[in-house]
């Protein structure tokens, strides 16, 4: 028998699972963490209970008694229930992820599922799934957003990238470097700080800074609108010190 549209606001699934630290009876770990003081292990979970026949038995796809389907998807690891969504079990993450599979590949040095269009392509953090979004502070690795991979390798949960865009803010939080390609950005400054010529007591000052994209230390002409390295022309860059003074030319 098919599966049966129950479930909670998390998974579409027709059974209760019977918590291993406190044998309460809730459809996902996620609606049992939020209303308890202790965390459920998903990996313990021995007992389910039918929404259907109200029949307690082992965790398994199909009801002992109704034989109904308590999800289209069922992991006998993780002991997930839920539509049909091309989930896999990745052994090397050791939990569930959304497919297809054949869409995705495990880094071992992000010990991460990236999208095949990554593979070769992307800069290698270790472990990075293992640390918090740097924006909400939540879990990445485990959680049921999908994770936003920066050019400098660092995660944020999509919605926290979709959001911190929103405001205008494009750098990482965690090493500043620039969340996107930044070049046509760059070029419209150019433009305005050609157009915007400094006042005359600062047209010769300079300053040191240091860049943010590609950790080039350099010398260049101060602007109040921004400072541009001269090592890959971003302008995200962070000032190193106080202007220096030059003497205009005869």
């Known amino acids: 028998m098919a599966a049966s549209a129950l479930g909670c606001e998390h998974y579409i ?11 309460k009876l809730y459809v996902c770990r996620l609606c049992h963490d939020a209303k308890e003081n202790h965390q459920m292990d998903r990996f313990k979970v021995k007992e389910v209970l039918c929404s259907i026949c109200n029949r307690a038995q082992k965790a398994q796809q199909t009801c002992e008694g109704c034989r109904i389907k308590f999800g289209e998807y069922y992991c006998d690891i993780c002991h997930l229930f839920d539509k049909d ?28 599922c990236l999208a ?13 799934s293992r640390q918090n979004c740097p924006v909400c502070m939540e879990d990445i690795h485990t959680s049921r957003i999908g994770a936003q991979v920066l050019p400098c390798g660092h995660l944020l949960h999509k919605t926290c990238f979709k959001e911190m ?7 990482c939080p965690l090493c500043m470097h620039s969340a996107w390609d930044m070049t046509t950005c760059w ?64």
């Open 13 to 23: 699934r027709s059974c209760l699972l019977k918590a291993p630290c406190c044998s």
């Open 85 to 112: 969504k091309k989930q896999y079990h990745c052994e090397q993450c050791g939990i569930c992820r959304i497919g297809p599979k054949e869409m995705y590949f495990h880094c071992v040095k992000c010990n991460l």
């Open 116 to 128: 095949s269009d990554l593979r070769g392509n992307h800069k290698c953090v270790e472990n990075v």
């Open 165 to 171: 865009s929103k405001t205008g803010a494009y750098r």
């Open 187 to 250: 070029e419209e400054l150019d433009k305005e700080i050609s157009q915007t010529p400094m006042p005359t007591e600062y047209q010769n000052s300079t300053v040191k800074i240091l860049c943010n994209d590609c950790q080039t230390h350099c010398t260049v002409q101060f602007h109040v609108l921004g400072m541009k390295c001269s090592g890959c022309g971003s302008y995200n860059t962070a000032q190193d010190g106080g202007l220096i003074n030059q003497e205009p030319q005869e």
